[in-house]
């Protein structure tokens, strides 16, 4: 049996009286393609961001990576985040003013990894995101939006974390863009022993993943 990467233990979120997240428990091996599926409102964004530390939970238990999150205070969250999860979001969040390169090497930069190592970690993520036929040197709004997003995917993994978090990546792309994105993405999965979760209701994605899960009104339904 798979380690377990990911453990939600009656997890609750509420936003003033809103409740957002009314008692998930789930649990994610490690290396395995998850998908979080259900319609908008229906928790899977909050749910996303607990497990990457963004957000806590109002009540319950988050496990990531062996960690119980609740333990951490904001500055150990911060670090943990930065040590262990990559995000892609669907939308990509790229430096216009810096090259596509430099907008990889950023999180290297919040590491201080020295100059020459930060270049060589950065072109190593874009040959990994399917990018290493991309001029390096271009900025980002000279590439089209399916460059874009993986130059936005070699970001999130260039400093190997053990779990990349997507919400909606492919948003904002064609079907065929999308499906070279969600290649990508099983490419990194086989490549590196990544956890990946994935938030989407384009149910035509399903095909990629190993799993899925339902949530609607904040609780899983299927």
Request: net charge positive; with cysteine; hydrophobic share 40%.
């Amino acid at each position: 049996m798979a380690e377990e990467e990911i453990r939600l233990v009656d997890v609750h979120k509420s936003y003033g009286g809103y409740q957002a997240l009314r008692g998930i428990t789930y649990s994610i091996p490690r290396g395995i393609f998850q998908c979080v599926v259900g319609p908008s409102g229906s928790g899977k964004t909050t749910l996303l961001h607990i497990i990457g530390g963004i957000d806590r939970p109002t009540r319950g238990e988050v496990w990531v990576a062996g960690v119980r999150l609740n333990d951490l205070n904001d500055d150990q969250l911060a670090d943990f985040r930065n040590k262990n999860v990559g995000f892609v979001f669907q939308m990509f969040y790229l430096i216009p003013r810096m090259t596509v390169l430099e907008n990889v090497e950023l999180p290297l930069i919040l590491r201080g990894v020295p100059k020459a190592r930060r270049r060589e970690m950065a072109l190593e993520a874009l040959k990994l995101a399917g990018l290493d036929g991309v001029d390096p040197k271009k900025r980002p709004t000279q590439l089209s939006g399916g460059e874009q997003q993986r130059v936005a995917i070699a970001r999130a993994i260039v400093a190997r974390p053990r779990i990349l978090l997507a919400d909606e990546p492919t948003g904002n792309l064609d079907s065929v863009t999308a499906a070279k994105v969600m290649e990508t993405f099983l490419s990194l999965k086989k490549e590196l022993g990544i956890t990946i979760v994935m938030v989407t209701h384009n149910l035509e994605l399903l095909k990629y993943c190993d799993r899925v899960v339902r949530l609607r009104d904040g609780v899983i339904v299927e």
